[in-house]
């Protein structure tokens, strides 16, 4: 895969998380204002859809996969390495692969993790300002017994592409390696964000 891509127009190139799947999301919604909660409960889905949408028309290319298929063959779990900004190329690829997530104990969080299981994705809420330690020691627990766990290392809010330390002691505390994947694209766009959100266009190519 390619080490720094993201755009590969311009060469330009996801927290950590896995829980079991009967996790309940520690967020409530009870006394947010009408319009966030009508956001929390539609926005998921209508995003979901285009980002299928746009996964259904792009080809796909994987390089490096070999190293993902020797661990799952060896039925060892792993750590995935992202960057946030690839969140809507990356999402609809480990929905194939029964991957976790680690969402931010924020409204935004809350919506990450209702986005993410549009895609079958469960996540646990966390970060590494809030609720980050309790995140970090559950997944500590859980790690020998899921398949994988995935992280923004960059993620909530950057700055764009500077990992975090919560990979390196994660994969330290728990004794699983690290799988870092980039993900391309040949047609996008970006939006203004913190880490410039690459949103893919149709009929181009995911590189993986």
């Not at 520690?26 to 956001?39: G, H, M, Q, T, V």
């Not at 409960?41 to 796909?60: E, G, W």
């Not at 950057?158 to 993900?183: D, H, Y």
Request: proline share 6%; glycine share 8%.
């Amino acid at each position: 895969m390619p080490a720094n891509a993201c755009d590969l127009s311009d060469r330009e190139g996801f927290g950590t998380g896995i829980v079991a799947a009967n996790t309940p999301i520690r967020y409530s919604s009870a006394e947010l204002p009408f319009k966030k909660r009508f956001i929390l409960r539609v926005a998921p889905f209508v995003a979901s859809c285009l980002i299928r949408s746009l996964y259904a028309t792009n080809r796909k290319v994987e390089t490096g996969v070999e190293h993902w298929t020797a661990l799952e063959e060896a039925h060892q779990p792993f750590l995935i390495a992202i960057w946030h900004e690839t969140i809507a190329m990356a999402v609809p690829r480990f929905g194939e692969s029964r991957i976790h997530a680690l969402t931010s104990m924020s409204y935004d969080g809350a919506l990450a993790a209702a986005f993410l299981a549009q895609f079958g994705l469960d996540s646990i809420r966390g970060s590494s300002s809030k609720g980050g330690r309790a995140a970090l020691a559950e997944m500590v627990e859980q790690a020998q017994n899921v398949k994988a766990l995935a992280m923004t290392i960059d993620g909530p809010r950057g700055p764009r592409r500077i990992a975090k330390r919560g990979m390196a002691s994660l994969s330290q505390r728990a004794g699983v390696p690290v799988v870092p994947i980039a993900s391309g694209v040949t047609k996008s766009i970006r939006l203004g964000s913190w880490d410039r959100t690459v949103i893919p266009k149709p009929f181009g190519t995911y590189v993986y």
